[in-house]
């Protein structure tokens, strides 16, 4: 299997890619907007294998991964 990791979509971008085929996959970082699951997307839960979360801001905050499921909920209280 062969992975490519596009940066600096977001989430909606990733979306829009998804939808227009040009992405397999999209793990946003907030739930589907209604266009998007009207554009025929579905929300899924993540595998239970391992998986990393990357920023892109120059002083990210540490969360420990016990915390992680924390964010899907509510991600403004990151700190």
Request: charged share 25%; glycine share 8%; hydrophobic share 45%.
């Amino acid at each position: 299997m062969a992975v490519e990791v596009v940066e600096g979509l977001g989430s909606s971008g990733a979306n829009r890619a998804v939808i227009a085929g040009a992405l397999d996959v999209s793990i946003p970082g907030r739930p589907l907007k209604l266009a998007e699951k009207d554009a025929g997307l579905v929300a899924r839960p993540l595998p239970n294998t391992a998986f990393a979360l990357f920023t892109s801001r120059k002083e990210p905050v540490d969360i420990p991964s016990s915390r992680v499921w924390e964010l899907y909920e509510n991600p403004h209280n990151a700190e």
